[in-house]
């Protein structure tokens, strides 16, 4: 059978699914894809809560049992579309054994005008931007209309999902004739509507082919795509592709593809490459592709743009880290002080009651006052101050989203000192002086960088989402809160911070003698 998610995945992991179901059937789900699996259940519960308990007066509603088996929620789905109820929440369709069809929707709602049903699913993710043209409906009634303040964010896996179950409907008389589908996206504040029929032709064409890989009837080979990483079957197809020195190691996806279609299949003959980009590749980097094909074949782990690297560097440095807990809330702010050359013990400030908690508010006010505290000692003193971060993206979202949520509350900045902080030239991001320096072959996270520079994590199982389960458990959401954990996203933390140190320490000396130049490979 063909889920829609694989439509837009990987087709070698459909052959490989289809082909040998048990070699994968006791491998645990990673840990990455489980929390995004919690974190999209928990959403589309708090979306059923407010949409099948009141809005909408006059319409009827049928919750289908979840806990039902599949084939029941089928039959009690197509009873509550026979019998016209208006909002049918945890759809299920039957399954099309003859054309290998499977789909459910997180809600159907009847079209009262063209009759039968319009899918709607629920999905953690954006599904629009600011912007405008984007066409969406209120939660509580279906009224499509083009929206001023928000643009379409392209998600095609969305669009074929929907598709599958407008296919679905059809077979059985209960497809509107509208041919549309919604989306509740991320924030669960309207619809976004999207027209099937601009895309059916491609969801038919994507989903002939995806069956014809499952029957056995076209082959296929791995090639490293970004699925890859969380995949099952990954260290069988690494070790397959390794072998042949396949040119997806070095240009994972369509830029795969790009070059294959220009004769270049292996690493070897890209890193031999003289000339401009293919004409169909796209976007820049074309040229460290090739470099880093280049380091591939040297096992460098690293690459120098620049003659001399540079980092920023002042008379008082702090090395910031922050931990957050998905879109609840940061509950820990890690630190390290250096001044005059002397390193003071690391200082965390934390909440751990559990997230979403007004309690947060204390911990980063605690947090954002001692930080411009010492940076207003320090330019008081005529010194020079830097905070580091790495990769500023993440600290700049909960600095500013912690000063929009708590504003008003004892020692919460405003947006506006934030902005002033972050654009200023006392936050510097490391992420970006590596990005501007150097050629990363194996990825550009601090994990990847900054053994190069000598650093290593005392936890060998360190990692962001590794650290989201770990905050479970410290927090006690499904028992007593385990001090353990707690100790250990503090041993996880401050590494982070101290690796952030030790590398910018690095790139400002040792870096230019021991990482060679890309004119050198």
């Known amino acids: 059978m063909i889920d829609p998610r694989a439509l837009t995945g990987c087709r070698h992991r459909v052959h490989l699914d289809t082909a040998y179901p048990q070699a994968v059937a006791d491998v645990p789900t990673d840990i990455g894809v489980q929390q995004r699996q919690e974190a999209a259940r928990a959403f589309r519960e708090s979306v059923r809560e407010r949409l099948m308990s009141g809005g909408g007066a006059g319409y009827s509603r049928v919750i289908i049992d979840p806990t039902q088996p599949a084939a029941e929620r089928a039959t009690a789905t197509l009873r509550a579309c026979a019998?016209?109820?208006?909002?049918?929440?945890?759809?299920?369709?039957?399954?099309?054994?003859?054309?290998?069809?499977?789909g459910r929707a997180e809600m159907l709602i009847r079209d009262r005008e063209g009759g039968g049903y319009i899918p709607v699913i629920v999905v953690n993710h954006k599904v629009t931007d600011p912007g405008s043209g984007a066409v969406t409906s209120g939660l509580d009634d279906w009224a499509p209309a083009t929206?001023?303040?928000?643009?379409?964010?392209?998600?095609?896996r969305d669009q074929?999902?929907?598709?599958?179950?407008?296919r679905m409907l059809e077979r059985h008389g209960h497809a509107s004739p509208g041919r549309l589908g919604g989306a509740i996206g991320y924030g669960g504040e309207c619809v976004l509507v999207h027209d099937l029929a601009a895309?059916?032709?491609?969801?038919?064409?994507?989903?002939?082919?995806?069956?014809?890989?499952a029957r056995g009837e076209v082959a296929t080979v791995p090639s490293q795509v970004g699925e890859c990483r969380s995949c099952p079957w990954w260290s069988d197809c690494k070790a397959s592709l390794t072998e042949i020195r396949d040119v997806s190691l070095v240009?994972?996806?369509?830029?795969?593809?790009?070059?294959?279609?220009?004769?270049?299949?292996?690493?070897?003959?890209?890193?031999?490459?003289?000339?401009?980009?293919?004409?169909?590749?796209?976007?820049?980097?074309?040229?460290?592709t090739v470099v880093i094909a280049r380091a591939w074949l040297a096992g460098v782990p690293l690459v120098r743009r620049v003659a001399e690297v540079t980092v920023t560097r002042a008379d008082v440095e702090v090395d910031v880290d922050m931990e957050s807990y998905q879109e609840h809330g940061a509950y820990l702010w890690g630190t390290l002080l250096t001044e005059n050359g002397v390193t003071e013990p690391y200082r965390p400030f934390v909440t751990w009651d559990p997230l979403p908690t007004v309690d947060e508010a204390r911990s980063f006010a605690e947090f954002w006052t001692w930080l411009t505290g010492t940076l207003a000692r320090t330019l008081e003193q005529g010194k020079t101050f830097a905070a580091y971060c790495?990769?500023?993206?993440?600290?700049?979202?909960?600095?500013?989203?912690?000063?929009?949520?708590?504003?008003?509350?004892?020692?919460?900045?405003?947006?506006?000192?934030?902005?002033?902080?972050?654009?200023?030239?006392?936050?510097?991001?490391?992420?970006?002086?590596?990005?501007d320096q150097f050629i990363c072959p194996n990825g550009k996270g601090l994990k990847k960088?900054?053994?190069?520079?000598?650093?290593?994590?005392?936890?060998?199982?360190?990692?962001?989402?590794?650290?989201?389960?770990?905050?479970?458990?410290?927090?006690?959401?499904e028992g007593a809160p385990d001090e353990s954990q707690r100790q250990r996203l503090f041993v996880y933390n401050e590494d982070d911070v101290r690796a952030t140190k030790v590398l910018r320490e690095w790139m400002s000396g040792r870096a230019a003698a021991e990482v060679p130049l890309a004119s050198e490979l």
Request: hydrophobic fraction near 40%; avoid cysteine.
């Open 160 to 166: 074929f999902r929907l598709a599958q179950v407008y």
């Open 449 to 477: 960088i900054a053994p190069v520079a000598g650093f290593h994590w005392r936890d060998a199982e360190a990692g962001g989402e590794a650290s989201m389960s770990w905050y479970r458990e410290a927090v006690g959401y």
């Open 147 to 156: 929206d001023a303040t928000r643009k379409v964010r392209a998600q095609l």
């Open 83 to 102: 019998d016209g109820i208006d909002r049918i929440w945890g759809a299920v369709l039957p399954l099309e054994y003859d054309t290998g069809r499977r």
């Open 251 to 288: 240009a994972t996806g369509s830029r795969a593809d790009v070059l294959r279609g220009v004769g270049v299949r292996t690493i070897d003959a890209l890193a031999a490459w003289d000339g401009p980009a293919p004409e169909e590749w796209q976007g820049n980097g074309f040229e460290d």
């Open 199 to 213: 895309v059916m032709d491609q969801y038919d064409e994507r989903f002939a082919d995806r069956l014809a890989v």
């Open 390 to 435: 790495y990769s500023r993206s993440a600290e700049d979202k909960w600095l500013l989203g912690s000063a929009t949520r708590f504003a008003g509350l004892p020692g919460i900045p405003t947006v506006a000192e934030i902005r002033t902080f972050i654009d200023g030239p006392h936050w510097v991001d490391v992420y970006q002086a590596v990005s």
